[in-house]
C-alpha cells in the first residue's frame, strides 16, 4: 500500500543557517543506502522535510532496514499520498488506510490532522473531527483516545494530501561526512567496531587500520577483522581498511625489552604507526576502543602512556562503558558474532603474563631507547606494505 516514506530527523532541524548543509548530506546518503535495494527511488527535500518515494515496485523490508542504517534518520514513516479530490474522497482513503494498515482494530486513535495549504475548505480541527467520525462509523470497535492513542493518524494537507501513521525508529546522529574523518584502530574484538560505530554515528567518515601478525595470527583471523569492517561499512559507507604486517615489530619489541611492559609499548608502535596513515590520510583524529580499567592497557596510567606519542587527538567514545553495555550495542549493530570467534588478534599473542597496569613513562622512554634505529626500519617497512582493501 505504501507508495513513499517520509524521513524524520532530530538534531539537524536545529542547526539554524546550515542546516540546509546537514539536509544535503542527508540526501546523499540516503540516496547511497537505497542504491543497494530492489527498485528505484526518488529523494526529494521540500519545505523543510525530505521525501523517498518509489519510483518502481520495491521491497518494502528492505527499504526500511537500508533507511534504517542511514545516520541521521530519525524516524522512518511510510505513507501514501492522494491528489486532493474532495474531502469525501480523502475520507474513503483514510477509512481504506486504516483497514489495511490495522487489522486488528480494536485500537484507540487520534486523527492528528495539517492544513500547510490554507486555501484548504476545512481547518485542521473541523478535518480532525470529520475525519475520525468517518473512521468510527467504518470501524465501531475502534475508540478515540486524545492523549495516548494506540494509532496517531497524521494527515499533512500540502501540494498533495500526506498520510502516514507508524513512525519506524532510524539510528539517529548525524549524516557521515559532515563531522570530518577519523582513523579507527579497528581488532578482531568486540569493542572497536562498536567505537567506530558510535563516532560514525556522530557524522564522521571511518576508515581504519589492522595490525596483523602472521604466522601468529591466521587469513582467518584477517577475514573477520574485514568482515567486522563490512558490518559497520553498512553503516557508513565505504572503510578503507589499511592492513599492517606487525610482526617483525613485535618481535623485536618482545626480545629487546621488559615483557612486563611488551603491551604497552607495542601499543605505543600501534599508535604511531595509526597516526602516520591518519595525517597521510586527512584524518582529524584516531579512534579505539578502549574503555578504563577493562584490561591492563586500558588504565588510565596505560592510556596516557599510549595517549604520549600521538599529536592528533584519540578518542575513545567507550571510556566510561562497562562490557554488558559494549555488547549490548554490538548486538544491535550485528557485529558481536563475528567478534566472537575464536581467531584471536596479535595483542592477545603477545600478551605478558603479569602486564603492568601503572607504567611510568621515564622508565618506558628509557626502555624505547633499547630499540635503537633498527625499530624506526621496521616500522617504515610495515608502512611501505601497507595492504589497503576497500570494504563495502
Known amino acids: 500500500m505504501f507508495t513513499a516514506f517520509l524521513i524524520k530527523y532530530a538534531e539537524i532541524g ?46 518494502y523490508d528492505e527499504t526500511v532496514k537500508a533507511l534504517q542504517k542511514v545516520f541521521g534518520i530519525s524516524g522512518i514513516c ?13 475520507g474513503e482513503t483514510v477509512v481504506e488506510y486504516i483497514g489495511h494498515v490495522y487489522p486488528d482494530r480494536n485500537k484507540t486513535f487520534k486523527v492528528a490532522a495539517r492544513r500547510a495549504r490554507k486555501n484548504y475548505p476545512l481547518n485542521s480541527m473541523e478535518m480532525n473531527v470529520e475525519l475520525g467520525g468517518m473512521i468510527l462509523d467504518s470501524y465501531p470497535e475502534m475508540r478515540v483516545d486524545v492523549h495516548k492513542p494506540d494509532i496517531m493518524l497524521n494527515v499533512e494537507v500540502r501540494d498533495k494530501i500526506y498520510i502516514y501513521s507508524e513512525i519506524i525508529p532510524g539510528p539517529g546522529g548525524m549524516p557521515v561526512g559532515t ?5 579507527l584502530l579497528l581488532s578482531g574484538g568486540i569493542d572497536s567496531p562498536v567505537a567506530g560505530w558510535m563516532i560514525a554515528k556522530r557524522g564522521v567518515k571511518i576508515d581504519a587500520v589492522y595490525f596483523h601478525a602472521p604466522p601468529y595470527t591466521s587469513e582467518r583471523a584477517k577475514q573477520k577483522v574485514v568482515d567486522l569492517a563490512a558490518k559497520v561499512a553498512a553503516y557508513t559507507g565505504p572503510i578503507y581498511l589499511h592492513v599492517i604486517s606487525f610482526t617483525d615489530i613485535q618481535l623485536y619489541i618482545y626480545d629487546k625489552c621488559p615483557h612486563d611492559e611488551l603491551t604497552i609499548i607495542m601499543r605505543r608502535y600501534m599508535m604511531r604507526i595509526a597516526e602516520h ?24 596510567h596505560s592510556l596516557m602512556a599510549t595517549n604520549e606519542v600521538c599529536e592528533l587527538p584519540v578518542y575513545r567514545p567507550l571510556i566510561g562503558f562497562d562490557k554488558m553495555e559494549i555488547v549490548d550495542i554490538s548486538e544491535k549493530i550485528d557485529t558481536y558474532e563475528t567478534s566472537i570467534q575464536p581467531y584471536e588478534d596479535c595483542c592477545t599473542i603477545f600478551v605478558a603474563k603479569h602486564p603492568v597496569t601503572k607504567p ?31 570494504v563495502r
Not at 563531522?179 to 582513523?183: C, E, N, S, T, Y
Not at 584516531?286 to 578504563?292: F, K, P
Open 277 to 300: 596513515i591518519a595525517k597521510e590520510t586527512e584524518c582529524l583524529g584516531l579512534i579505539t576502543g578502549e574503555s578504563i580499567g577493562q584490561v591492563a592497557s586500558q588504565t588510565m
Open 179 to 183: 563531522g570530518g574523518k577519523a582513523m
Open 78 to 90: 511510510p505513507m501514501i499520498y492522494v491528489e486532493d479530490e474532495g474531502f469525501e474522497k480523502l
Open 14 to 59: 536545529v542547526k539554524g543557517k546550515n542546516r540546509y548543509l546537514f539536509e544535503n548530506a542527508l540526501v546523499q546518503q540516503i540516496k547511497y543506502a537505497l542504491k543497494k535495494c530492489d527498485g528505484e527511488f526518488a529523494v526529494r527535500k521540500t519545505d523543510g522535510r525530505i521525501y523517498v518515494d518509489a519510483v518502481s515496485e520495491f521491497d
Open 360 to 390: 611510568n613513562l621515564k622508565i618506558i622512554r628509557k626502555h624505547e631507547h633499547n630499540l635503537d634505529e633498527k625499530i624506526n626500519e621496521l616500522v617504515q617497512k610495515a608502512l611501505d606494505e601497507d595492504e589497503v582493501i576497500i
